[in-house]
């Protein structure tokens, strides 16, 4: 832990420790407004946010932002909680900002009283154009100067709903000159006749996200409150509310901001992704060509390779793109040492080894994973007809071509070394299937010299009687485009990839016929593919994770 060089957000911490600050009240929180499900961007901000609380043992509050009722509901908020505790983070206390209304409201009559807030009964337009240019100060609001008694009974009435939306707004009376253009007297409050997912129909004035955020980090004593770099004018603002309510006893939250993260040919604004569930551009939120959490989970992501992934790029101080092939690769990596080996043809070609007594059997021995020895062995069963993949054979072929071809050998994987003698074909010229001679003496593992023989290429294979019919779903991004969101004139979803799933059968050996959703495997020579979560003991269905290889470097 010592010798892990420290990124910049951790350096913060360290300083504010060397400079007294006792370790004891050290409070972190991760912050999501519910108005979507989390994705690959937020994992950042968990594995910093949960990361800091291991580090340093100190509590992590899961708070939930749900100040605006137009956009949250429920089933966000169950979402947010499955996926931080898929990716094996423990918070220390679930939150809601909607916890805390009746305490804003409190203090923002303390604020009224002290002519600090006035009620400003101007619409929002008439707002907007009175907030000045950063060089040129605003106009004060004709209701500026409202006595603190008319603010306090409008207030209340707005409280009360006794007014529509966008009657009246609360606002901070602090500077219409400021050159932060946030300090120009912000709004507190705007009525809204919503009913809230948590609080119903309680409220119809609901507090802005700065009003809310400072004061709940306050509330709940958390010491350090990282935001992405949009929020680094608000800090200004963040900091003025505290001045109005911190009790110098008590710790004062410190904002500080760092770059969010964007990932190459996909979007993760919660908006834009809301977008693509709605127009139906996918299944749902978890669909798994979505970067949501729940989404990657669905494609077959490890919560690992998730924070390995988090942990390689870490915290940056500047907005940058980054490659998608790194999450591909982390999940690769460990898929590698955890899924088990397995046979799958995705393309079948049927194989008859004339040689082989018809109506026989018989069940080889195969490794589940080279790289993990507990990982044990399985029986594999073999017979007169097999399938292959469609492209391991060829009538003719180069010497560079180390699968079948007539008149070559190859070895099937755990088994026998076959020599092609001959084809058949359908009327279009389509090979149908591939008539085979085995070398009985060549079974792998059995010793004998035939066994040991080497022959240039290796295939993967099911016994046809044997195999088990399964649907396979085929993914390609999203989006072809590298950046679809970063084009000026052009909408993302104009960039979508009209042929990002495929379906088709695949045979698959028997063993898989007891899988279960979520269970990983690797389908040898081909990529690796985890169980979705519509299959059934009827009808399999299997995602392709990713493939062995990266198949998009150069
Ligand atoms: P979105 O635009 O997707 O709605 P958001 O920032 O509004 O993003 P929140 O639910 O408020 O989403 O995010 C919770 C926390 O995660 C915040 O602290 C936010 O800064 C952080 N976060 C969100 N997106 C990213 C990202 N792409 N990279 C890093 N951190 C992020
Ligand atoms: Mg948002
Ligand atoms: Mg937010």
């Known amino acids: 832990e010592g010798s892990k060089s420290l990124n910049f957000i951790e350096h913060i911490v360290e300083e504010d420790l060397s400079n007294g600050f006792a370790k004891e009240k050290l409070r972190f929180r991760f912050p999501p407004e519910p108005n979507g499900y989390l994705h690959i961007g937020h994992a950042s901000s968990i594995c910093l946010n949960f990361g800091l609380g291991l580090r340093y043992k100190a509590p992590v509050n899961l708070r939930f932002d749900d100040t605006n009722p137009a956009k949250e509901e429920q089933e966000y908020v169950d979402a947010i909680k499955r996926d931080v505790e898929w990716l094996g983070f423990k918070w220390d206390t679930e939150c809601f900002a909607s ?6 409201y409190d203090w923002a009559i303390v604020l009224i009283k002290q002519g600090k807030a006035y009620v400003d009964s101007q619409s929002s337009a008439e707002i907007a154009a009175q907030k000045g240019t950063p060089t040129e100060a605003g106009k004060p609001s004709p209701f500026r100067e409202r006595s603190v008694e008319e603010n306090l009974e409008l207030f209340q009435a707005m409280k009360e709903g006794k007014f529509k939306e966008g009657e009246h707004v609360l606002r901070a009376k602090i500077d219409m000159a400021s050159s932060n253009m946030l300090m120009r007297d912000p709004l507190m409050y705007r009525i809204l006749h919503r009913p809230h997912h948590r609080t119903n129909t309680d409220w119809c004035i609901y507090p802005m996200y700065d009003w809310a955020h400072g004061e709940s980090d306050y509330v709940e004593q958390v010491s350090h409150s990282f935001c992405t770099l949009e929020f680094a004018m608000h800090r200004e603002l963040y900091d003025w509310f505290l001045d109005q309510v911190v009790d110098e006893n008590k710790v004062r939250p410190k904002q ?33 060509r979505m970067p949501t959490i729940s989404g990657l989970r669905r494609r077959g992501y490890t919560p690992e390779s998730l924070i390995n992934f988090a942990n390689t790029i870490g915290i940056a101080k500047r907005e940058n793109v980054v490659d998608v092939s790194l999450l591909e690769f982390h999940v690769r990596e460990h898929l590698n040492k955890i899924a088990p080996r397995v046979m799958a043809v995705l393309d079948p070609l049927k ?3 004339t040689n082989y007594p018809e109506g026989e059997e018989e069940w080889l021995e195969a490794e589940n994973n080279p790289e993990d020895e507990a990982a044990g062995s399985r029986q594999l069963p073999f017979s007169r007809e097999l399938y292959i993949e469609k492209d391991d054979f060829k009538e003719e072929a180069n010497r560079k071509f180390f699968r079948l071809k007539l008149g070559g050998e190859v070895r099937l994987k755990n088994g026998y070394i076959i020599k092609a003698e001959s084809c058949t074909k359908d009327a279009d010229g389509n090979i149908t299937e591939v008539q085979c001679t085995y070398d009985p003496k060549s079974k792998s593992g059995s010793g004998t010299e035939e066994s040991l023989r080497k022959v240039k290429g290796t295939l993967h294979w099911v016994s046809a009687p044997h195999a088990v019919s399964a649907e396979v779903r085929l993914y390609d991004r999203l989006f072809m485009d590298e950046t679809p969101d970063g084009h000026k004139d052009r909408d993302f979803l104009e960039f979508i990839n009209k042929d990002s799933l495929q379906v088709i059968n695949a045979f698959v050996e028997p063993s898989l016929k007891n899988a279960v959703p979520e269970d990983r495997f690797q389908f040898q020579r081909t990529g690796y593919f985890n169980v979705d979560k519509e299959s059934t003991s009827e009808k399999l269905i299997f995602n392709r994770t990713v493939g062995l290889r990266d198949s998009w470097a150069k």
Do not use: C, I, M
């Open 99 to 104: 916890d805390y209304f009746q305490q804003l």
């Open 256 to 288: 500080r901001e760092f770059a969010r993260r964007n990932f190459s040919h996909t979007v993760v604004s919660k908006r834009k992704l809301l977008q693509l569930v709605e127009q139906g551009f996918v299944s749902g939120w978890d669909d798994p």
């Open 351 to 353: 194989v008859v080894l």
